[in-house]
């Protein structure tokens, strides 16, 4: 189980009044093992600066993170790998020299050339040529996510974590994607994170969570939250721009 | 005939547990130690005695040479210019490198001059490897020179690698690209401590449809420094690509400094260059899948320098 408790990431932000915004502001939340949730809400709510937090990529400015009743807020990005935490970025880096299958070794420790097309198999990449392409600015966008898909599963987590997967992939591909994070969580019971704003994903979840202003705002089925996912598409910015008169914006 | 040293040297440079098969010809401190020839590749001793001739018959199939050089004698600067020239239509690889072993505190060098005449349509593989090491404090010195001439259909695939110990290196590169020709460079070098390098690249796209691509990665750690020059001069119809990447680690510095100069309108000329610290996206997403910083710094640099 993974436990949030009284989570704050704070920045710098000499705009406002005490110098210091609150990206996170005081989360309290458990996660169940085994459990699919997708984690939505507007650009700049803050569902990134969380799903960081979790993995240690962005600090904890105060409160704790509890992973399988360990407080794992201090521990390094490596440790919380090893620990059964895997993330799947939504821009992943691009390397020179290193290939996909240097990537699925080191997520696995496996060189094993039938063990590492099993895994190809498992996370549904094809061709199999595609293996030794280099992870590299050549690929496309749709490519480069498959590929960061395909090394975050293969670490076979206990808990994966996944910003904006959908990012760069066709529409034809989101469903198989789905249906594969749905599959790796039946099969060995991955708790499944998800960030994204794809009605496909919160559709799949069984809980749907709503992050506005650096706190869950709403948990629960994906019926409960359409009213407040509506209320929310509603533009933001109105009463810093031209108030209710039509400024010709499509946001 | 080969004693501990010179064989851990001839593994790091030639990838060589013992003598090679087929054509080689190994170089030991100045003098010849042992050379072998086949039927279609003949090495001889030039004229003035400074080098070999390694000379490919037209048609040559898959077919390799292997000219090492191995100095572990104090004080010696060893020079030699060796010419290749290789037949029309032939196929073949060639590794040469350099390894020096310095046990005391006087330098130790070597300048390799080497010369390609690659005849028409033939496929030449280049693969130079430099290493030096020893507990001795002498300076090691090494300064290769080649010089390619691709002639009409030709293929030239070069890979140049200074992996480490070296502390003073010179290295130059010039190519005169015939009709249609291509030439690959492939240049690695790794330097540490107070070690320079400085890379002089002329590469002249000489006959219509010729392609280069140059291709330089650099990596300086310690307090080291490297200088990249390379200049692509288009005289015809062609295409010529450079891309220079370089990663400072502690205190290295490095200038890299990519020229193109079209005199040709038809002529395509491009480039790319970096110079930076490793990327953090790159660490953080090796961390994330369970290396730690040490083993993700080691793992990008390894690939980089691949």
Redesign the interface.
Known sequence: MLELKNLYFTIADHEKSGGIRNIIDGINYAFDDGKFYAITGPNGSGKTSLAKLI?G?NPVTKGSIVYDGTEISAL???ER??AGI??S?Q????????TFR??LT??TGIEDEKKLLAILRRVGICPLSFMDKEVDAKLSGGEIKKIELA?TIA?NPKLAIYDEPDTGIDLWTIGPMVNLLKKELAENKTTTIVVSHNRSFLEAADVVMIINSGRIVYDGNLEGAMPLLEDLSVCTYRNTCEGEQDAGCYR | MLDAIDKTLLKTVADLESLPKGAYNIRKNGKLLSRHVSANINIETNADETGIIVKIKPGTKNESVHIPVILSQAGLYDVVYNTFIIGDDAEVTIVAGCGIYCGTSDPEGHAGIHEFKVGKNARVTYVEKHYASGEGKGRRTLNPTTKVFLAEGAHAEMELTQIAGVDEANRVNEALLGPDSLLLITERVLTDGDQTAVSTNNIVLNGAGSRANMIS?SVMKGNSRQTFYATMDARNKCYGHIEC?AIIMDNGTNETMPSLKAEHPDAELTHEASIGKI?S??L??????????DQAVN??I?????
């Open positions: 993995m990529i390094t990005i490596t790998a090893r895997a993330y970025f821009q992943p880096a691009r390397f020179k020299g290193i240097d990537l080191i997520a090394t670490a | 990665r990447d990327a996206d790159q953080t997403k090796l961390m994330s899948l369970g290396l730690t910083y793992r990008i390894q690939g980089f320098l691949k």
